[in-house]
């Protein structure tokens, strides 16, 4: 009989968490409409999940349209121009940005403040258009320059002065190694100063994935389509253990292992539900039996 089991370190991140339980507060607690501009998590069954209580998603053109609605901020975090948005629309503001986003926005914002008069450059390694980085580049009134892979550096000026930022989830050997292109590209007249600001209980999981990977026969990572961390944490999931499914519901698995599969692994992203997985361990174990 095969052996099942999930690992206890994926599931939800705090931020993620946080934005749940604020919406589910707040559900449970008024009778008024709830709007969430975004999915409030990249993974469609907990979306799905909330929709059913009263939770709807938006997008940023419904919120110039909404009027004195209630709107729920997940935890990406927004730019400044959404809560003037909201504020000129009268609308009440659920902010659920995870706080380590919040002290990122505040660190970025204070350094693009002090160096702009300096002709200097705020860049931030992160995902061209993702939420989080969107809220980021808002802090710079729109002047930070994203550069989501060693190439896009090409687009910096080397005698200017430079001050690196990342997005929180962004791995941390991909960070290192834009940090070494810039560096040895660096004018000597230029200064370079890069922040670490990448969130630690995003990045420790992909170790501690790769371990609990390398110890089971076969693995289904479970996670949303659009979930950058899990395109992350899967393909490093993938390289500890070559049989590794990614799956987004647990309806997706319809055969029995093969021959010889003792020990099976279910594992996720920041953006996966605990009960997701364990759909999936129990639609292993139905059909397994």
Known sequence: MIEVE?????????????AIK???????????????????VHNNQEVDRLKADGLHSIVHADLSRLQGKKVLLRAHGEPPSTYQIAKENNITIID???????????????CYVETRSQNAQVVIYGKKGHAEVNGLVGQTEGNAIVVEKI???????????????????????????????IRSAMSPQA????????????????????????????????????????????????KANPNTLFVSDADEITEPLPP??????????????????????????????
């Open 96 to 110: 659920a940005t995870c706080p380590v986003v919040i002290r990122l926005q505040q660190r970025i914002n204070k």
């Open 6 to 18: 999930i690992d206890n370190g994926s599931g939800f991140c705090f931020g993620v968490v946080n």
């Open 191 to 238: 200064k370079f100063t890069f922040y670490d600001t990448i969130c630690r209980q995003v990045t420790n999981r992909m170790p501690n994935i790769k371990t609990f990977a390398s110890n089971h026969d076969w693995i289904y990572f479970v996670a949303g389509k659009k979930s950058s961390n899990g395109k992350v944490l899967f393909e490093e999931c993938k």
């Open 260 to 289: 010889g599969i003792q020990r099976v692994g279910v594992c996720g992203a920041t953006s996966t539900p605990k009960w997701q997985m364990e759909a999936v361990a129990a639609r292993v174990r139905e059909l397994n039996a």
């Open 22 to 40: 604020s919406a589910e507060k707040e559900l449970k607690e008024t009778k008024d409409d709830l709007y969430c501009l975004g999915d409030i």
């Open 151 to 181: 190439e896009d550096i090409s687009v910096l000026d080397f005698n200017r002065d430079i001050y690196l930022f990342s997005q929180t989830t962004k791995p941390l050997d991909g960070f290192h190694n834009v940090i070494e292109e």
